[in-house]
């Protein structure tokens, strides 16, 4: 398998066709995976945006106010305020804002990045990023899959790493119940998220800086013969970690 970045990619603006710039840079071939950073997906659509966009009410005043106890830092109650709206539910207020973004993604301030985002203050995650990867797959030259990928930190562990937030034209996850491991034991629970391990691959060679390498061809990775399917963000039923959070801040 490679991970092959697509070079020379411009400044993404407002309006930009993703799909024609990567056809022009690089040869697709039918098996490839396109992985697109969502920043620049944000950017081709229109998801920069500016502080003052947001004046703050007062439950993202009280929110900036509780931050800002907390971590002793300044707080822009307009940053809240964006938080709050790109939100569909606030699941931790202290020291740091997570939340479950309109699309079901649960991530640090509802993910809205202010790195990368030349002439803007913000730039909002897409608004429906399956819907933004399908489209860019519409307009490939080839039918490859397209993941759209997102840095995002974790739970329990340092150090943040590249997630898929949205994704067409491939399954979300690998299915190995039902298969056997070396000893002949049936697999019973492993259901592998590969859209979110070709993404931390991807991630790995997009860099987070300055490198300009938005956009990664996975080449030569195979599906396999599994079962596949498209759950990716758990509903609250089936999240434990999710429902042990709630009954810890409401306590
Ligand atoms: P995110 O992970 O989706 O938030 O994206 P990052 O801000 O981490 O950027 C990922 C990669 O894309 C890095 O290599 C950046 O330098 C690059 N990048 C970001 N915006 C642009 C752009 O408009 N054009 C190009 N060519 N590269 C960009
Ligand atoms: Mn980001
Ligand atoms: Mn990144
Ligand atoms: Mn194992």
Redesign the pocket.
């Given at each position: 398998m490679q991970a092959l970045p697509v070079p020379?990619?411009?400044?993404?603006?407002e309006g930009d066709d993703i799909a024609a710039l990567v056809d022009e840079r690089i040869d697709l071939r039918p098996s490839d995976i396109v992985a697109v950073?969502?920043?620049?997906v944000?950017?081709a659509t229109g998801r920069t945006a500016d502080l003052d966009d947001f004046p703050a009410d007062d439950r993202a005043r009280s929110v900036a106010q509780r931050l800002e106890d907390a971590t002793g830092d300044e707080k822009d109650p307009r940053f809240a305020q964006a938080v709050l709206e790109e939100s569909e539910e606030l699941l931790i207020e202290s020291p740091f804002l997570l939340t479950r973004t309109h699309f079901g993604h649960i991530t640090v301030n509802a993910?809205i990045?202010r790195?990368?985002v030349p002439g803007h203050d913000l730039?909002l995650l897409p608004e429906d990023p399956s819907e933004r990867a399908a489209e860019i797959r519409a307009g490939l030259d080839v039918d490859a899959p397209v993941l759209v990928?997102?840095?995002c930190g974790r739970p329990f562990r340092h150090g943040q790493r590249?997630v898929t937030i949205g994704w067409a034209g491939m399954p979300a996850s690998r299915d190995w119940r039902g298969e056997h491991d070396r000893d002949g034991r049936e697999l019973g629970v492993t259901v592998q998220s590969v859209v979110d391990e070709l993404a931390a691959t991807a991630?790995l060679v997009?860099?987070?800086?300055?490198?300009?390498?938005?956009v990664v061809v996975i080449r030569d990775w195979d599906f396999g013969e599994h079962g596949g399917s498209d759950e990716l963000f758990r509903d609250l039923d089936g999240d434990f970690v999710q429902q042990a959070l709630r009954q810890w801040s409401y306590e």
């Open positions: 020379d990619l411009p400044e993404i603006r950073a969502s920043t620049v944000s950017k993910g990045d790195s990368n730039l990928t997102d840095t590249g991630n997009a860099g987070e800086g300055a490198g300009g390498t938005p």
